[in-house]
């Protein structure tokens, strides 16, 4: 599936928000360029348009396989869930 065209507003917006300049968001949003898995994790909690799976296509089954097979009736992660996981993966990437 394509990623979703953000507006201007928005895509400038979300780039202040995950900490990356708005022509690099540009270029991924258009496949030009491809989210490190850090980063496709804060555009899909700031973003929920954005799929883990359209942002990294090649291997996202590989990084989560969690998502190839959902389990039904199962809750999905709220944004502040999504946001304490991502802070938790940076904080082990720092100290490991």
Same mark, same amino acid.
């Given at each position: *599936?394509?990623?979703?065209?953000?507006?201007?507003?928005?895509?400038?917006e979300?780039?202040?928000?995950?900490?990356?300049?708005?022509?690099? !968001?540009?270029?991924?949003?258009?496949?030009?360029?491809?989210?490190?898995?850090?980063?496709?994790?804060?555009?899909?909690?700031?973003? $929920?348009?954005?799929r883990?799976?359209?942002?990294?296509?090649?291997?996202?089954?590989? !990084?989560?396989?969690?998502?190839?097979d959902?389990? $039904?009736?199962?809750?999905?992660?709220?944004?502040?869930?999504?946001?304490?996981?991502?802070?938790s993966?940076? *904080?082990?990437?720092?100290?490991?």
């Amino acid at each position: *599936m394509p990623l979703p065209k953000l507006p201007t507003a928005r895509r400038r917006e979300l780039a202040n928000q995950v900490g990356v300049g708005e022509q690099y !968001l540009y270029q991924i949003l258009r496949g030009i360029g491809v989210a490190s898995p850090a980063l496709a994790r804060k555009l899909n909690a700031f973003e $929920p348009l954005l799929r883990l799976q359209d942002l990294r296509p090649n291997d996202w089954n590989d !990084l989560w396989p969690e998502l190839a097979d959902p389990k $039904p009736n199962q809750p999905q992660a709220t944004a502040h869930q999504a946001r304490v996981a991502i802070n938790s993966e940076a *904080m082990e990437a720092a100290h490991g």
